[in-house]
């Protein structure tokens, strides 16, 4: 009979089960268990986001005015957080930042920056933490000021009820922006990940 080693320590991820398949990865059709509530987001989020409410969000999101506390505190306020835009899991999202830096760093042990950029990629979803609607700090994020793309999650029709589709200023293919005009002179969707990019770039921080 084998002996065990008292100092080899066994982890069990409780998110495995929650881990998706390649091939189920982002699936957005009926056959996702959590379709109803992933479709409900989106169907706000390209109903209310606008370029007037981008402009409004941004306005009161990025004075950086709000406080200030450490990125494990930012974390731990995730505990609270399962995103209703995501079709693949049901987990807190602290989970989901622990599980993409972790598994960042068993394929490059050696960046750092990189597993640092995975566990805090999702930060800037304290806003929902904070009061804000699901619809505007989760999913995916798309341009405003233009026609919306068929190929954003859900598809165009999904902003029927958006008031920028029948503005002739805004429902062309540049609408308010020059062809090449490049991709930081481009709007985009308010939410999470403009939050933190906005952040970064407020208060010059690089993670390389």
């Known amino acids: 009979m084998g002996t065990v080693d008292e100092n080899v320590v066994t982890i069990v991820d409780p998110s495995d089960k929650f881990r998706p398949e390649k091939d189920d990865f982002r699936?957005?059709?009926?056959?996702?268990?959590?379709?109803?509530?992933?479709?409900?987001?989106?169907?706000?989020?390209?109903?209310?986001?606008?370029?007037?409410?981008?402009?409004?969000?941004?306005?009161?999101?990025?004075?950086?005015?709000?406080?200030?506390?450490?990125?494990?505190?930012?974390?731990?306020?995730?505990?609270?957080?399962?995103?209703?835009?995501?079709?693949?899991?049901?987990?807190?999202?602290?989970?989901?930042a622990f599980q993409t830096a972790e598994r960042i760093r068993s394929v490059h042990p050696d960046k750092e920056w990189f597993q640092l950029t995975g566990l805090i990629h999702d930060i800037g979803k304290v806003l929902a933490v904070w009061g804000e609607p699901q619809s505007c700090v989760v999913g995916d994020t798309f341009p405003v000021g233009c026609e919306f793309s068929d190929h954003i999650v859900f598809g165009r029709e999904s902003f029927s009820d958006n008031e920028d589709i029948n503005n002739p200023k805004f429902n062309n293919k540049f609408g308010i922006y020059?062809?090449?005009?490049?991709?930081?002179?481009?709007?985009?969707?308010?939410?999470?990940?403009?939050?933190?990019?906005?952040?970064?770039?407020?208060?010059?921080i690089s993670c390389v």
């Not at 969707?189 to 770039?201: A, E, Q």
Request: with cysteine.
């Open 27 to 96: 699936n957005y059709t009926q056959n996702n268990e959590y379709f109803d509530r992933v479709r409900r987001t989106y169907r706000e989020m390209h109903s209310t986001q606008n370029v007037n409410f981008v402009e409004r969000k941004m306005a009161k999101w990025c004075q950086f005015n709000r406080g200030e506390m450490t990125i494990m505190e930012a974390l731990q306020l995730l505990n609270s957080l399962v995103d209703e835009s995501d079709p693949d899991v049901d987990v807190p999202n602290s989970v989901h």
């Open 178 to 204: 020059q062809e090449k005009c490049g991709l930081r002179n481009v709007l985009m969707s308010w939410g999470h990940d403009g939050k933190n990019s906005r952040r970064f770039h407020y208060f010059n």
